[in-house]
């Protein structure tokens, strides 16, 4: 090889390198290409139905609507009323009460139903079926069956007390206790779906730590309580966000069990069905939309909160 033809192959390798980075970023291109149009649905689909309504909503906030459909700017008019409005904070306090009993009793009922159902029994199938159903099944027929059992005249429960000579309760018209009543029906028909993404996170935990605490001694407690809700508490900070969004947002038991003139309306409003009466109702569009605006504001606080909070509980080794 003369010296010459040195300089000449290298050449020759550097328009060849040229030439594959080049056909190599016209395929990240097209790459990037095909992925965007494949995602564009789905991103579209999120800006008009999801991103593009919180906007309006927030511009909504700021506005009061006429009986015609009509509105007009008046600033921070709303967020006045939310600061004045004693209906709003009855409705955080039931609200508050809502989530104080759901969601901590919710999720300890899921895992220990999901615990039990991850273990070799026979039926277990049929098991997890039946308390899955609940999830499948429209919120407003669970309402109506429940409200049927709580009737205080003619329903199940009054029945079974009236067996042992018990006068039952006003399950649902009683002030007292009608939020208490809503709190079970939810417990109730939640604990299928949590246990589900619990039982997902039981069969994800490595069998060798069981074995290792087998061949310890560790008792089941013991077990429980130093291997499966430390290695669970990834899935349970989930669900745990998963439930307090979903309280936050309770309505449609509300709606379908109490009725619009019962006695019991105002210690089980929630927020949503604050919202609700503004908007759909009373026509107060201007201020509902505000009050959406605050309950966003309460989740995301909430959640972030959550999200500082996790690191020091839950575990991802």
Do not use: C
Not at 212 to 221: K, L, Q, T
Not at 278 to 304: E, M, P, R, S
């Amino acid at each position: 090889m003369t010296l010459r033809e040195v300089p000449l192959q290298t050449e020759v390798k550097s328009a060849k390198r040229i030439k594959v980075s080049s056909l190599a970023k016209t395929r990240k291109r097209s790459d990037y290409f095909w992925a965007y149009l494949m995602i564009a649905p789905t991103m579209l689909g999120l800006i008009i139905f999801y991103l593009w309504p919180i906007v309006q909503n927030f511009y909504f906030s700021f506005t009061e609507w006429g009986a015609f459909g009509q509105y007009e700017w008046t600033g921070l008019d709303n967020y006045k009323r939310l600061l004045e409005d004693a209906a709003l904070l009855k409705a955080f306090k039931n609200t508050s009460i809502y989530i104080i009993f759901t969601v901590p009793i919710g999720i300890f009922l899921s895992i220990i139903v999901a615990v039990l159902l991850n273990q070799n029994i026979k039926g277990k199938s049929i098991y997890r079926t039946l308390y899955f159903l609940p999830v499948i099944t429209m919120p407003a027929a669970i309402a109506m069956v429940w409200k049927w059992m709580y009737n205080a005249d003619y329903g199940m429960f009054n029945y079974l007390l009236s067996l042992v000579g018990i006068d039952g309760p006003q399950w649902v018209s009683d002030p007292n206790i009608a939020l208490y009543s809503i709190i079970a029906v939810a417990i109730w028909s939640g604990i299928g779906y949590n246990m589900v993404i619990f039982l997902s996170g039981l069969q994800g935990i490595p069998k060798m730590y069981y074995e290792a605490a087998e061949i310890d001694g560790a008792g089941p407690v013991t077990v429980f309580f130093k291997i499966t809700l430390p290695l669970l508490s990834p899935v349970i900070f989930f669900v745990t966000i998963m439930s307090l969004i979903g309280a936050f947002q309770v309505f449609d038991l509300i709606f379908m069990m109490i009725g619009k003139s019962s006695t019991a309306l105002e210690s089980t409003q929630s927020i949503v069905y604050l919202f609700y009466q503004h908007a759909f109702v009373l026509n107060d569009k201007g201020y509902a939309a505000a009050i959406a605006v605050l309950l966003l504001a309460v989740i995301l606080i909430i959640t972030a909160i959550q999200m500082v909070l996790q690191k020091k509980w839950v575990h991802y080794d």
